[in-house]
């Protein structure tokens, strides 16, 4: 059953840091704000598709440990034109079809100058990703207020929602509508208008022509209603907070939140979109009073008017420019009123201070949002420049590139010669060893520490230890020397197995549906993911690589054998088929890969705010897990 819609609770009344005292109450969407009000001076169209179909009571529900969606729908096609010999059914269409469908936004939100996160610019036509299992299909059942009425209930969701912002669509599709309530539409005079034909130039009166009662034009513009408009749809927005809980999502809409516990969710629905619509339209009122008192206080401008009106009139007077000012004023409000009333008249004051308190929480709601995406932001960073660097990619390309150039040379000394020269070289300066780590570390530390922890591991192994000598990796076959395949085998899949190992905790972290019921930015997890098997990729590349250019080896023996690795491993197949090709294509798809990440992210605005965290001594940095309240 579902809750009352009176939710009562603090008002937020501004943006911001508003005093949640006041009680309010929730509006639904009532009836006079459904069907428009057409002006006898509207301009005319062949059809009016406006608000045929409208969200209404929206709720967000917790079932169990996860949240369901549900509301209803207004739908506006009265039939009661239609030729008493085709025998339908007059009054709102019953049975219409009514798509419901849930849809993520993949933005990434920006914090102005001020650190304030800014309210995305959204384009409602521009859906988003549908968010898996979370679509019904209702019809019409009943009449409500005049209008058909369809109540939905998306499935249940064995998880929350990931935090983010959310589309929820109704669509009413024409063509899949069946036979009977597709010729009703057809009859439905008040979805009907006129053919404008713009002005006569005789007359310089506006031409329309009625389009119901000419069935040249009905068919006409009823075929392009079916194969063009095709559809009718209204849509909400849904901001969603982090509501993950022990004991099930934390629920809580701006109309139940206080300053201590805030709201976890706020939605934009047809209601608030009208509501602000008429306050814009309202607050022209006084700037047009402005305009007028600016006009009648300033001389110059009522004289130059003057001037030009005497050329037309010579007996004009300055008062004559007054009234004229003041006459186009008067019009200008009467056409601000004509546009109210086509809503449904002036908003109420429960209309305004829901909207207003709706506002405020979108502000609350987008900053937990932002914090969520700045934590997902951190780990995508400690990939990006951290494990996928320096756990995944450089420990399989320094020794790669070091046993390839040994074969090419014939000489897997040289390569360990001068890493311990380099090395010799240091420690014979004064704190030769202790000021290169120093000044590394001054040149980090501005990173996570965990991405200097796997960078410095690198680091040190590469320029002190033998472990990616050539030697480990090669062996002397005659005067030649070539790949010990058995070696660079068993390095590779002990890096492997240690690389998947020190990656899989962040890949659980960004994979966000593990723990919320959709994925946040799928597209850059795919990216990621792809990085990852890139670096791997980048082990066989350099076996290609080194027998086929260094050691001259043909290809198809290297595919034969690799073609058995794959049978008794199929999960080597699809890396082994990238692999076949230099590692600097190899490097070229991996670092695209991490800047497509990056820059999608706005990662390099998230390091600038670390920075500057750690610079001001910061106790808590950016990134940190939000924690629901």
Not at 44 to 72: F, T, W
Not at 164 to 184: M, N
Not at 381 to 402: F, T
């Amino acid at each position: 059953m579902r809750k009352s819609h009176l939710f009562f609770a603090a008002a937020m009344l501004a943006l911001g840091a508003a005093s949640l005292g006041a009680q309010a109450a929730r509006p639904d969407l009532p009836p006079n704000r459904v069907r428009l009000v057409r002006p006898a001076n509207h301009a005319p169209e062949p059809y009016y598709h406006q608000n045929r179909v409208m969200l209404r009571h929206i709720e967000i529900n917790a079932v169990g440990a996860g949240m369901q969606i549900s509301g209803d729908v207004y739908t506006d096609f009265e039939c009661d034109a239609a030729p008493a010999a085709l025998k339908l059914p007059s009054g709102q269409i019953m049975g219409l079809k009514v798509d419901v469908q849930l849809y993520s936004l993949p933005l990434v939100l920006k914090r102005n100058a001020r650190g304030v996160v800014e309210s995305p610019r959204i384009e409602v036509r521009n859906f988003g990703r549908p968010v898996e299992g979370q679509s019904a299909q209702v019809r019409v059942d009943r009449v409500q207020d005049g209008f058909g009425l369809a109540a939905f209930s998306l499935p249940a969701m064995s998880k929350p929602l990931a935090p983010g912002i959310y589309q929820l669509a109704v669509s009413v599709v024409f063509q899949t509508q069946e036979a009977q309530q597709r010729e009703q539409i057809k009859w439905c005079s008040n979805f009907w208008g006129e053919e404008d034909e713009g002005e006569d130039p005789i007359t310089n009166t506006r031409v329309t022509h009625r389009v119901l009662g000419d069935k040249a034009k009905h068919d006409y513009y009823f075929k392009e209603v079916l194969e063009v408009l095709r559809k009718v749809d209204s849509v909400a927005l849904i901001y969603m907070a982090d509501t993950l809980g022990r004991a099930g999502p934390i629920l809580r809409s701006p109309f139940l939140a206080n300053d201590r516990t805030p709201a976890t969710y706020m939605i934009w629905d047809d209601l608030m979109r009208i509501v602000g619509d008429i306050e814009d339209l309202e607050a022209q009122y006084p700037m047009i009073d402005k305009d007028l008192a600016d006009f009648e206080a300033n001389e110059a401008r009522i004289e130059a008017r003057l001037k030009d009106l005497q050329r037309r009139n010579p007996r004009a007077t300055r008062a004559d420019v007054i009234k004229l000012e003041r006459d186009a004023a008067k019009a200008a409000k009467k056409r601000v009123d004509d546009l109210i009333l086509m809503s449904g008249g002036k908003a109420t004051k429960d209309e305004s201070r829901a909207r207003a308190t709706c506002i405020a929480a979108r502000g609350v709601v987008l900053e937990q949002i932002k914090q969520f995406q700045e934590w997902l932001t951190l780990r995508y960073w400690q990939l990006v420049d951290g494990y996928l660097l320096y756990a995944g990619w450089h420990p399989v390309n320094k020794p790669g590139y070091n046993a390839y150039n040994a074969v090419v040379t014939k000489d897997n000394r040289k390569d360990a010669d001068d890493r311990q020269a380099k090395l010799d070289a240091l420690r014979k300066l004064p704190n030769g060893e202790e000021e290169a780590k120093r000044k590394r570390a001054e040149a980090w530390k501005f990173f996570p520490a965990d991405v200097q922890k796997v960078a410095f591991g690198y680091l040190d192994t590469a320029n002190e230890k033998a472990d990616f000598d050539s030697r480990n990796f090669t062996k002397k076959v005659g005067q030649d020397i070539v790949l010990d395949l058995d070696k660079w085998s068993a390095y590779r899949t002990k890096w492997r197995e240690s690389f998947t190992k020190a990656t899989d905790p962040i890949f659980n972290d960004i994979d966000t549906s593990v723990q919320y019921a959709n994925q946040v930015w799928p597209e850059m997890l795919a990216e990621a993911r792809a990085a990852r098997e890139e670096a791997i990729c980048n082990a066989y590349a350099w076996e290609f690589h080194t027998r086929t250019q260094g050691q001259k080896e043909p290809v198809t023996v290297i595919t034969e054998e690799w073609k058995a690795l794959g049978q008794s491993d199929p999960s080597l197949v699809p890396i082994l088929d990238k692999s076949k090709v230099a590692p600097g294509s190899i490097w070229t798809r991996f670092s695209g890969r991490l800047s497509t990440i990056k820059d999608t992210l706005s990662m390099p605005d998230f390091i600038s705010a670390y920075r500057r965290g750690i610079e001001a001594g910061a106790q808590t940095l950016p990134g940190t897990r939000p924690v629901p309240r």
